[in-house]
């Protein structure tokens, strides 16, 4: 009744495979995504300082809000997603008693996505009080439709198998983040 998994993931299969993988990938995703949700909150009680500076037409303030509300979000970005790449499986280990390398690998990888997700998020609620509803939609969407598809891709290489998942939401996640820093440039 137990999957093992080498360092090249050829797999010796006991169980149901899907609900392994599926298990493994929720538990590293439940991890990741609290980075993204932390930082939301900050976005949104940045929210009413942007406006407010947006009504007044006072773009100084507005500019260094904006950069006070970015250095912010990569002091705590930086340091909790490089936390989530290097400590990866110990924080596995010590949360779930997981003994496969699997998870503690895709958290790795989401580590990566983290600092991005992170940093994107709560730029949305920037974007917004900036008046750029439309084109932040847009960048989302392109996101989400290059995470699609970077999937499909990477899924079929079965080296890859369930990294598929870590990967595209680093893609996915670096596009909207380079994309809302040229919005905001």
């Known amino acids: 009744k137990n999957i093992h998994f080498s360092n090249n993931l050829t797999a010796v299969v006991n169980e149901d495979i899907t609900t392994y993988l599926y298990g493994v990938k929720s538990k590293a995703f439940t991890i990741y995504n609290l980075i993204p949700i932390v930082t939301m909150s900050l976005g949104i009680a940045a929210l009413p ?3 407010q500076s947006v009504v007044s ?5 507005l500019k260094n809000n904006t950069k006070y509300i970015l250095k912010m979000l990569f002091c705590v970005t930086l340091p909790v997603g490089i936390g989530l790449i290097v400590l990866g499986q110990p924080i596995m280990n010590l949360l779930y008693s997981s003994t ?3 998870s503690g690998n895709l958290l790795s ?14 730029i949305t609620t920037i974007l917004q009080a900036l008046n750029y509803h439309y084109k932040t939609l847009i960048h989302i969407i392109i996101g989400i439709i290059i995470k699609i598809v970077s999937n499909i891709v990477l899924l079929t290489f079965p080296q890859v198998n369930i990294y598929a ?10 596009y909207i983040m380079i994309a809302f820093f040229i919005l905001l440039s």
Do not use: M
Request: aromatic share 8%; glycine share 8%.
């Open 49 to 51: 300082v942007l406006t």
């Open 57 to 61: 037409k006072d773009d100084n303030a």
């Open 109 to 122: 990888i989401y580590g990566i996505a983290a600092i991005f997700a992170g940093v994107s998020v709560p």
């Open 165 to 174: 998942a870590p990967i595209g939401t680093v893609v996915c996640y670096l």
């Open 100 to 102: 496969d390398t699997l």
